[in-house]
C-alpha cells in the first residue's frame, strides 16, 4: 500500500508545476530532445517503485560540468522555493477547513475505538454465553465425574500460561486499586501480545482465549476511566496531568486525553481569573495586564503540555489552536467590556493604547512556540481603536473651535516648554515656529494625538489616521475662513452648526491667518506624519529588508497625496482671502464699481485739461500688495514662495476680474461711444503699471500673458475707429517715468539720479527694452 502510495504520489507530481523541473532534470535521458517521443515517455523513469534518487543524480552528474551543476541546483532550489510557497498558501487558504476536517476524523477516530471496544464486549458476552450453556450442559450429566476425570486424564496439571490467564484479572484490579498505572499499562500490553501469540499458536482453548481478551478489554475500560476522572480533579497539576494524558494516549485514547488536558487547564484558567474583579475606579491597563498574565500563561501551559504529550501530531495542534484561539477572543471581549469600551467612548487613545500594547504583548511571547495569536486580537481591538481615534479627533476639533473663538490673530513664540516636532534643541532654540494661540494650540494636541496613535500602528491604522489629522485641519481652515470678515455667513445660517470666531480686521491679522494655515500644512504636520509612517515602517522590523524597501515605496505615495490634500486646504483659504481683497478694491461699500468701462471712455470728453496717472483702484492695488508684503516678510520667514505666490494670486484676482467682466468689454468693444485717444493712454499706462510694479514679484507668467492679451484687445477696439494706435501712444519711455514716480511716491523712496534705480525697487528688474518689447508686441 505504501509504494502504491508513493506511485501515486510520483505520478500527480509530475503533472504539477514541477514536471517543468523534472523534465529538466531529465533533459539528458537518450532520446529526451527527440520530436516524436511523448512526455510520459521521459518520465517512466520517475514512476517506478524502485527509483533511486542518488544515483539517478550521480549518474546525471558525471556527465555535467561545474557550471550545469550549478545552474541545476539554483534551478532546484527556486522549485523547492515554489513549491514551499504554493504549499503556504493552499494551507493558510483553507486552514479553517484543515481544522474542522482534523477534528472530525478525530471525533471518527474515538467513535471508532469505542464501536471497537463495544464489539469486544459484546463478542465476548456472547462467547460466555455460548461456552455457558454448554458447560452447564455437561454439568449436569456429570459434574463430580467430569471434574475428577479432567483432573486426572493423563496426568496433566494446568499449564504456566494458564495459570497465569487466570491470575490477570486479579492482578489488574489490585494494580488498578493501587493506581499502579505503569505497571498496569505494562500488564495490558503483556496480556495483549500473550493474546495475539495464543491465538496464533493455539496456545488457549477457544474459551480461555475469550476470557483473557474479555478481561484485557474491561481493564483497559476501567484505567481509562480512571484516568479520565483523575484528569477532571481540580487539585491534578503539572506532572500528574501529563503523565494522565500520557496513559490515556498509550491506551489509544489519544483524542479523549487531548481535550481532558485542555479543558483542565480551562478549568484551572477560570479558577485564577475569580481574582480579578474590574470596578469602576481600577486602571484599565491594570486589569488588562492582570488579566494577559493569566490567559496567555495559561494557553503557554497548554501549548508545552500538548507539545510534550503528544508532540506536534497535526490533529492535535489544530484542536489547540482552535482551543487557543477561543480562549483569545473571550479575554479580547473582557478587555473591551471592561477597560477599551469607556476608553473609546471617551476619546482616552493613550488608555486605549495602553491598554492594546500590554495585551499584544503577552500575547506576542506565544511566538516562540509557533502560536501567532496577535491578528486575533487585532481584528477584535480594532473596533474599539477607531471608536477612540473619532472620539479623539472630535475632541481636537471642538478644543480649537473654543480657542479660534478667543483668538487675537497674533503671532508669537511656541509656550515655555512647548516642543518642535522634529527639530533638536539648539535648532528649535534658534528657529521658532511663530503661531497665534489657537495655532500653538491646535499643533501641540496634534503631536499629543500622533505619539499617541504611535503604538497603534501595528494595527494598520496609518491610513485612517491621516484621514483623520487631514479631517480636523480643514475643519481648523473653516475656522479661518470664517474669521475673514467677507466670509462670515448670514446670522439665519449661524446656529446650524457654524462656529463663532474672533473676526480678523486687520491686514496684520488676515495675514497671520494664512501664516498659521501654510506652516501647519507645509512644515508642522508634514513632519509629524513623516515620524508617524517611519515608526509604522520601524514596527516591521522582523521583516526581511527588501519587504519593508517595498512598504516605503508603497508608503510615500500615500503621503504625498495627503500633503497635496492640506496643501489645498490651504490655496482654499488664500483664494477667499484674496477674492475678498479683490472685491474691495473693485467695488465700493455701496455697491458701486471702481473698475468700469466708463473711467476710460470719459476722459476724451472732458473739457478740463487731463493729467495721466495710474488709475486709483490700480496704485490701491499696488499700495496694499507693498504694504502686505512688508507685513508678509516678517511672518513668513523662511517661507518666502508662500508670501509671493499669495501677492501673485491676489493680483490674478483683480486681472482675472478685468479680463473675464463681459459688461466692461462690451462697453469698451460696443458702448455708447467709442474709446478715444487718451482713454486708450489711461489704459495702456494701467497695464504697464501693473507690469512695472508686478514684474519679479507680484505678477506671473499666466497673469502676464492675461494682460498681454486684454492689451492687444483694447487697441483692437480702437482700432476698429480707424485710427493707428501707434499714432496716439506716447514713447515707452513716457510710461516708464509716470510709472515710476507713482511707485516711488506710494513707496515713499525717492528715483535715484541719472536715470539709475534702486535694486531693491519693484521695478528695478524692468527696463526700457523689456516696456518696448511689450508694446511691440500689443501693437503687433
Known amino acids: 500500500m505504501a509504494s502504491a502510495k508513493s506511485s501515486r504520489s510520483r505520478a500527480s507530481a509530475t503533472s504539477g508545476p514541477l514536471s517543468s523541473g523534472i523534465q529538466h532534470l531529465g533533459g539528458s535521458i537518450p532520446g529526451a530532445h527527440e520530436a516524436g517521443v511523448q512526455l510520459s515517455d521521459k518520465l517512466k523513469i520517475f514512476k517506478t517503485d524502485n527509483f533511486d534518487t542518488d544515483a539517478y543524480m550521480q549518474s546525471k552528474c558525471q556527465s555535467m560540468n561545474e557550471k550545469e551543476i550549478r545552474h541545476m541546483c539554483a534551478y532546484l532550489q527556486d522549485l523547492k522555493k515554489a513549491s514551499a510557497e504554493e504549499m503556504r498558501k493552499s494551507v493558510y487558504a483553507n486552514y479553517a477547513a ?72 486479579d492482578m489488574l ?83 479523549r486525553a487531548h481535550g481532558l488536558l485542555l479543558h483542565a487547564h480551562y478549568r484551572r484558567l477560570q479558577y485564577n481569573m475569580q481574582t480579578i474583579h474590574p470596578t469602576s475606579t481600577s486602571y484599565g491597563g491594570a486589569y488588562t495586564a492582570a488579566l494577559s498574565q493569566q490567559v496567555f500563561s495559561a494557553i503557554a501551559q497548554a501549548v508545552n503540555d500538548s507539545l510534550e504529550v503528544f508532540g506536534d501530531n497535526s490533529a492535535y ?48 511571547l506565544l511566538e516562540a512556540r509557533g502560536l501567532s495569536l496577535s491578528s486575533v486580537l487585532l481584528k477584535l481591538f480594532r473596533p474599539s481603536v477607531e471608536q477612540a481615534l473619532d472620539a479623539n479627533l472630535k475632541r481636537i476639533e471642538e478644543s480649537t473651535a473654543a480657542l479660534a473663538a478667543a483668538d487675537d490673530w497674533v503671532l508669537m513664540q511656541p509656550p515655555a516648554g512647548s516642543r518642535v516636532p522634529g527639530r533638536s534643541a539648539n535648532t528649535a532654540a534658534l528657529v521658532q515656529p511663530r503661531l497665534s494661540s489657537s495655532g500653538h494650540r491646535f499643533n501641540s494636541m496634534v503631536q499629543d494625538f500622533l505619539e499617541d496613535v504611535g503604538p497603534l500602528l501595528s ?26 470678515p467677507g466670509s462670515m455667513e448670514d446670522e439665519e ?100 464699481t ?50 509671493t505666490l499669495l501677492m501673485m494670486r491676489l493680483t490674478e484676482t483683480v486681472i482675472l476680474w478685468l479680463s473675464e467682466d463681459q459688461n466692461f468689454w462690451e462697453d469698451i468693444e460696443e458702448g455708447p461711444r467709442p474709446l478715444g485717444p487718451l ?73 535715484m539720479a541719472n536715470g539709475e534705480r534702486d535694486l531693491n525697487s519693484p521695478t528695478a528688474s524692468v527696463s526700457a527694452m523689456s516696456m518696448s518689447s511689450i508694446r511691440s508686441h500689443g501693437s503687433s
Open 98 to 169: 484543515f481544522i474542522k476536517t482534523s477534528k472530525e476524523i478525530s471525533d471518527l477516530e474515538g467513535e471508532l475505538l469505542s464501536i471497537r471496544n463495544l464489539l469486544s464486549s459484546q463478542a465476548a458476552l456472547i462467547h460466555n454465553l455460548t461456552e455457558g450453556v454448554h458447560i452447564e450442559s455437561l454439568t449436569e450429566v456429570s459434574d463430580c465425574s467430569a471434574k475428577n476425570n479432567l483432573d486426572k486424564v493423563d496426568g496433566q496439571e494446568p499449564t504456566e500460561l494458564e495459570k497465569w490467564v487466570g491470575e490477570l484479572p
Open 173 to 255: 484490579d489490585v494494580l488498578l486499586a493501587e493506581r499502579r498505572v505503569e505497571e498496569a499499562l505494562d500488564a495490558l500490553d503483556e496480556a495483549e501480545r500473550v493474546a495475539s501469540d495464543a491465538k496464533e499458536k493455539r496456545m488457549l482453548s477457544p474459551t480461555q482465549l475469550l476470557l483473557l481478551q474479555t478481561s484485557i478489554v474491561e481493564h483497559r475500560q476501567k484505567l481509562s476511566d480512571q484516568l479520565a476522572e483523575a484528569a477532571c480533579q481540580s487539585s491534578t497539576r503539572g506532572v500528574e496531568l501529563r503523565a494522565a494524558a500520557s496513559a490515556l494516549k498509550r491506551l489509544g485514547d489519544g483524542q
Open 317 to 364: 495542534m489544530s484542536e489547540l489552536v482552535t482551543w487557543s484561539t477561543k480562549q483569545t477572543e473571550d479575554f479580547a471581549h473582557l478587555v473591551k467590556r471592561h477597560a477599551l469600551a469607556s476608553s473609546a467612548a471617551a476619546g482616552g487613545l493613550r488608555a486605549a493604547a495602553e491598554c492594546v500594547q500590554i495585551a499584544i504583548g503577552h500575547c506576542s
Open 459 to 484: 494595527m494598520q491604522l496609518g491610513g485612517s489616521t491621516l484621514d483623520g489629522l487631514h479631517k480636523v485641519f480643514n475643519f481648523y481652515i473653516n475656522l479661518l475662513i470664517n474669521a475673514l
Open 493 to 592: 445660517n449661524l446656529g446650524s452648526g457654524n462656529k463663532i470666531v474672533r473676526l480678523a480686521e486687520t491686514e496684520t491679522q488676515q495675514l497671520a491667518l494664512l501664516a498659521n494655515a501654510s506652516l501647519l500644512a507645509e512644515e508642522l504636520l508634514p513632519r509629524a506624519a513623516t515620524k508617524l509612517i517611519s515608526m509604522y515602517q520601524t514596527s516591521g522590523a522582523d521583516d526581511s529588508s527588501r519587504k519593508k524597501g517595498n512598504d516605503r515605496h508603497n508608503r510615500l505615495p500615500e503621503q504625498r497625496e495627503w500633503k497635496r490634500k492640506l496643501q489645498r486646504c490651504v490655496d482654499r483659504l488664500r483664494d477667499i482671502f484674496c477674492r475678498q481683497h479683490a472685491l474691495d478694491l473693485i467695488f465700493t461699500e455701496d455697491g458701486e
Open 594 to 643: 471702481n473698475l468700469s468701462a466708463e473711467m476710460y471712455l470719459s476722459i476724451d470728453g472732458s473739457t478740463d485739461e487731463v493729467e495721466l496717472s495710474p488709475s486709483p483702484i490700480f496704485q490701491e492695488l499696488f499700495a496694499k500688495l507693498y504694504r502686505m508684503a512688508g507685513i508678509a516678510a516678517d511672518m513668513f520667514a523662511g517661507r518666502e514662495r508662500f508670501s
Open 679 to 751: 482713454g486708450l493712454q489711461q489704459f495702456y499706462l494701467d497695464m504697464q503699471f501693473v507690469i512695472l510694479f508686478g514684474q519679479g514679484r507680484y505678477l506671473s507668467r499666466h497673469v502676464h500673458q492675461v494682460i498681454v492679451e486684454i492689451m492687444d484687445r483694447a487697441m483692437a477696439a480702437f482700432s476698429a475707429t480707424g485710427v493707428d494706435p501707434d499714432s496716439v501712444l506716447p514713447s515707452d519711455d513716457w510710461f516708464i517715468d509716470i510709472a515710476q514716480e507713482t511707485v516711488s511716491k506710494i513707496t515713499g523712496k525717492t528715483r
